[in-house]
Structure formats: structure tokens, C-alpha cells
């Protein structure tokens, strides 16, 4: 998966390859994503120091947010479908970012 800003990609996350929706696909139809409950553990990586593309990612992520959601009526030991681990380039954490 890629979101490419300019000519090279740096992050393996694309709207148009089949993850995110399939996800969301199945959320929608099973509640849930793994067997017992547990979040979905989504790996990203930032290849480069872009704050551009860590927007870009945000916005892409935001599209399914619902999977990134705590969902109503759950117990404090509910967790999102959906984690994300971002590793690689992140911003710098005094950066002010909103939140999702």
C-alpha cells in the first residue's frame, strides 16, 4: 500500500489497495475483527521526515474511523477494532497535531 507525495512513495498505505475497506467490510457485518475480541494490530511505516504524508495517512485513516473507535455502550476493557502502531518517521511529539 502506498500514499505517495511528489514522485516517490513513503508510506506503504493506499486508498486503493484493498485493506482499510475490507476491515471496515467486515466490522460492519461480524462486529468485531478478530476471534476473541482483540484490536487488529495495523503497522504503518514512514519511511521519510514528512509531515505531509503523515497528514495524508491521517486523512486516509480518518476515511474508516470507525474502526479506530471505542464502540458505544463498551466496557472499560473494550478496546478500537483497530489499532494502529505508527513506527518509523513520526512527528515531533511538540508538534501540535489534532487529534482523531
Given at each position: 500500500m502506498w500514499v505517495?507525495?511528489?514522485?516517490?512513495?513513503?508510506?506503504?498505505?493506499?486508498?486503493?489497495?484493498?485493506?482499510?475497506?475490507?476491515?471496515?467490510?467486515?466490522?460492519?457485518?461480524?462486529?468485531?475483527?478478530?476471534?476473541?475480541?482483540?484490536?487488529?494490530?495495523?503497522?504503518?511505516?514512514?519511511?521519510?521526515?514528512?509531515?505531509?504524508t503523515y497528514?495524508?495517512?491521517?486523512?486516509?485513516?480518518a476515511q474508516y474511523a470507525e474502526l479506530f473507535a471505542i464502540p458505544e455502550?463498551?466496557?472499560p476493557n473494550n478496546a478500537a477494532p483497530v489499532d494502529v502502531i505508527l513506527v518509523g518517521w513520526h512527528p515531533p511529539l511538540d508538534a501540535h497535531f489534532d487529534s482523531m
Open positions: 505517495t507525495t511528489g514522485v516517490r512513495p513513503v508510506v506503504h498505505l493506499h486508498s486503493n489497495t484493498p485493506i482499510l475497506a475490507p476491515l471496515h467490510a467486515r466490522l460492519a457485518e461480524c462486529a468485531r475483527l478478530t476471534n476473541l475480541n482483540d484490536p487488529f494490530v495495523l503497522a504503518v511505516e514512514i519511511k521519510e521526515s514528512s509531515p505531509h497528514h495524508a495517512l491521517r486523512a486516509l485513516l455502550g463498551a466496557t
